[in-house]
């Protein structure tokens, strides 16, 4: 037994000594000029994104290192142009490590990614503040700590260029969604996306179609917690995935949909938060998305993944699929793979949702 314990202790010191190197290592690359990647266009026009969400990894845990599988199977499968986070995606103490040792990961598949925080990631042993210090500058990494004027931290935007110049053809706004609140706050239990990050949305947006000449620029939004919105999709005639729960948005409703409705550039929203939902249907020209939950050991039965999108250049357009890689319930430790890995719910944006073109 003392051997063992002694074997043990070693492998951990092992393990932290390795992670020091790591966090030494990232600190060091970090530092060198022209490190951030440029996110452009494919020659084919495409640009895939892959989304991963409420992957509430762990430190030191078997079932997060399950998750991760998952991130890299996913990776190497759909070989995606960038790797975007929405939030919920460490939910652990050794707070800091576990940040290191998923990004490790990241870093690894040498393609370029994003996080948006989510409500959980505050909540262990690190701010939102030492989070952003953590991972921005990491390599690959082109999430933003964002204006410091405004609600949250984390609000930026990410730009893809044409295949064929340095032209931009579309956006990516990244926003922090923010806190829930307890259960006894009186507007619900979660925050809402601010009117100053509005504003500042609106601002930019505006900035981009005017030295677009006027024309909105394709964009898609990605943040954790979902609109009001998302109810209003429910039981549509376009709308396809699972919705096993209602959408936990706030109680307030602050205007990001109406402000993206105006604006004209917005396509799509993608959020995670809710386990049992992947669904995706479209309210007035915007699609409103979940991802597939990522975790094993959080709660949600509706199996285990990530959601794919693939933008088109010069076009208003996307595809966007469901992957499914496990079956998972937590309460009963299932975790099994599925036996047809082959995209669900595909859908292509604006043609499977027509119908809502009309006002239906």
């Not at 050794?94 to 870093?107: E, G, R, Y």
């Not at 909540?123 to 921005?136: D, G, P, W």
């Not at 396509?267 to 939902?277: E, K, P, R, S």
């Not at 285990?304 to 933008?311: F, N």
Request: proline share 4%.
């Amino acid at each position: 037994m003392n051997t063992l314990y002694a074997n043990n202790k070693k492998m951990k010191k092992i393990v932290d000594l390795s992670l020091f190197i790591l966090a030494v290592s990232l600190l060091s690359y970090s530092a060198k000029e022209n490190s951030k990647p440029i996110l452009k266009f494919n020659p084919d026009g495409k640009f895939k994104i892959v989304q991963f969400t409420d992957v509430h990894f762990q430190y030191g845990s078997y079932r997060s290192d399950s998750a991760l599988v998952i991130i890299k199977t996913v990776i190497a499968a759909e070989k995606p142009d960038l790797v975007v986070l929405t939030g919920d995606i460490v939910c652990s103490k050794n707070t800091a490590k576990a940040w290191i040792s998923l990004s490790k990961v990241l870093i690894d598949a040498g393609i370029p990614w994003a996080v948006t925080l989510g409500n959980h990631d505050r909540e262990y042993e690190m701010t939102e503040e030492q989070i952003m210090k953590t991972i921005v500058g990491m390599p690959f990494n082109l999430t933003e700590n964002g204006p410091k004027k405004i609600s949250g931290i984390g609000n930026y935007i990410l730009e893809i260029q044409s295949s064929k110049s340095s032209k931009t053809e579309a956006l990516l706004y990244c926003f922090d969604s923010r806190r829930a609140y307890p259960p006894t706050h009186d507007t619900g239990m979660s925050d809402w996306i601010r009117s100053d990050q509005i504003n500042w949305y609106t601002g930019h947006s505006n900035k981009f179609t005017r030295a677009n000449g006027g024309n909105p620029l394709p964009a898609l939004a990605f943040f954790h917690i979902p609109l009001p919105e998302y109810k209003e999709i429910i039981g549509k005639g376009s709308t396809i995935g699972i919705q096993e729960e209602t959408p936990c948005s706030s109680a307030i409703n602050s205007g990001l949909y109406a402000a993206m409705f105006d604006s004209k550039d917005v396509m799509g929203v993608f959020v995670g938060h809710d386990h049992n939902d992947n669904y995706i249907g479209c309210l007035h020209n915007i699609c409103l998305a979940y991802g597939n939950v990522t975790d094993r050991q959080c709660y949600g039965k509706i199996g285990r993944g990530a959601r794919v999108i693939e933008l088109y250049e010069g076009e208003r357009k996307f595809d966007t699929w469901i992957l499914k890689l496990y079956e998972c319930d937590r309460d009963k430790d299932t975790w099994l793979p599925v036996s047809n890995c082959q995209p669900k719910f595909v859908v292509s944006y604006p043609d499977s949702f027509k119908e809502n073109s009309a006002g239906k």
